[in-house]
């Protein structure tokens, strides 16, 4: 890739910093769909707990069968406590290091008519959802999930700087009013995967238990069920570990609004690490750092995208540019479009010693839009490097 012009680069710094600072305001393209295959913790790197806990703040209008999350999240947090929540049922919380969340106790009348009000008195929120009780097993199923879906798209056109999350309901019906809560889920899931929503699917949470899916039969149709492992009354109608499993699924759900995209297997995605980790690290001015990046998924490795990759550091913005290496200022790293097929693979961007000491941020991207301008992020990652003197 050659030297491109850089007329507009302060234009263009502003993008970046912007784009960045405010992607938990903008998932990533496509629906974003959090059910049992999102609850490992594990594979979340520590980074983005941390943004998550910075840049999601969320109100949460829920009914009995709802709290299961906010359980969850309390005995995750009573178990480690990097995973700090500050949660309220009266106001939005302001507790640095924590996830923030407003959670009324609320039937969807209460939350269709006080969640404006709740949103223009509280401009900090910039997530909302709702979590059912059985509404979705009742005989006239179908009513309510058209009058939910007209409302969150009222919601949604009314505040283009909130993110509305959908949710499906519970899964313990079975019978014919199983049959009713099945069709009401799969209509959401349906609603979310076709128009790019984001859907914290608490049916399919419900009937997963250590990789194993429940279900009955209703007539000639397998209806996913809750799992017996989940039955019992110690909180919200089910167990401690029904509530944990959808506790886990939120802190994934959280860290992908908040920019993180999962690892290989899981779906598209683009990472950084610094030594071999994720996550943010220390290390001595003199001491050997080695940064490098990775794609997965070859739907992102077309000509439809460009790599950007940038260094936030105490001299200022640096980038990446293919082959020639590391210049001042900020400029695509690689243009599939112009200049081929690369492997991105673990390749190294930055291999050496920082030198001075100050702290080093380093961004991976992928753009959309081939203008030589970060404005149309798609999948990003970043890894913090702190230099410290020996």
């Not at 949470?205 to 996913?224: A, K, N, R, S």
């Not at 690290?281 to 998924?297: F, H, I, R």
Request: hydrophobic share 40%.
């Amino acid at each position: 890739m050659g030297y491109r012009a850089r007329v507009y680069l302060a234009c263009y710094l502003a993008i970046f910093v912007c784009v960045f600072a405010g992607a938990a305001g903008n998932p990533a393209s496509g629906a974003i769909i959090i059910d049992h295959n999102c609850i490992d913790l594990s594979a979340i790197p520590s980074n983005w707990i941390d943004a998550a806990q910075d840049l999601i703040k969320l109100h949460y209008g829920h009914t009995s069968h709802g709290s299961q999350l906010v359980t969850g999240l309390q005995r995750i947090e009573n178990d480690d406590r990097s995973f700090a929540v500050a949660m309220s049922t009266y106001h939005l919380p302001e507790v640095d290091g924590a996830l923030c969340m407003y959670h009324p106790n609320n039937n969807p009348s209460q939350y269709y008519a006080n969640t404006q009000g709740i949103l223009d008195s509280n401009r900090r929120i910039n997530y909302s959802m709702f979590g059912w009780c059985c509404q979705a097993a009742e005989s006239d199923w179908e009513a309510i999930l058209n009058e939910y879906l007209d409302r969150m798209q009222a919601f949604e056109a009314a505040n283009p700087d909130v993110t509305f999350i959908y949710m499906t309901g519970n899964a313990q019906a079975t019978g014919e009013a199983g049959y009713n809560r099945y069709r009401f889920n799969e209509r959401i899931r349906q609603f979310c995967r076709d128009n790019n929503k984001v859907l914290f699917d608490f049916g399919d949470l419900d009937c997963w238990f250590d990789g194993e899916q429940h279900t009955y039969e209703y007539g000639d149709i397998m209806i996913p069920s809750e799992h017996p492992h989940f039955h019992g009354s110690e909180a919200g109608h089910t167990t401690f570990e029904s509530c944990e499993q959808k506790g886990r699924a939120v802190w994934w759900m959280v860290a992908r609004l908040a920019g993180w995209s999962p690892g290989p297997g899981q779906s598209p995605y683009i990472r950084l690490a610094a030594n071999g980790s994720p996550d943010s690290l220390t290390v001595g001015c003199d001491e050997p750092v080695s940064v490098a990046v990775s794609m997965g998924d070859a739907g992102y490795a077309t000509p439809a995208y460009e790599l950007w990759i940038a260094a936030d550091t105490p001299f200022g913005w640096f980038s990446f540019v293919y082959p020639t290496g590391w210049e001042a200022g900020l400029a695509p790293t690689f243009d599939f479009a112009e200049d081929g097929m690369v492997d991105v693979d673990n390749y190294p961007v930055f291999e050496g010693c920082l030198g001075a000491p100050g702290d080093y941020t380093f961004y991976a991207a992928l753009d959309t839009a081939l203008d030589d301008a970060p404005a149309d992020i798609d999948l990003w990652d970043y890894v913090a490097v702190h230099s410290a003197m020996q």
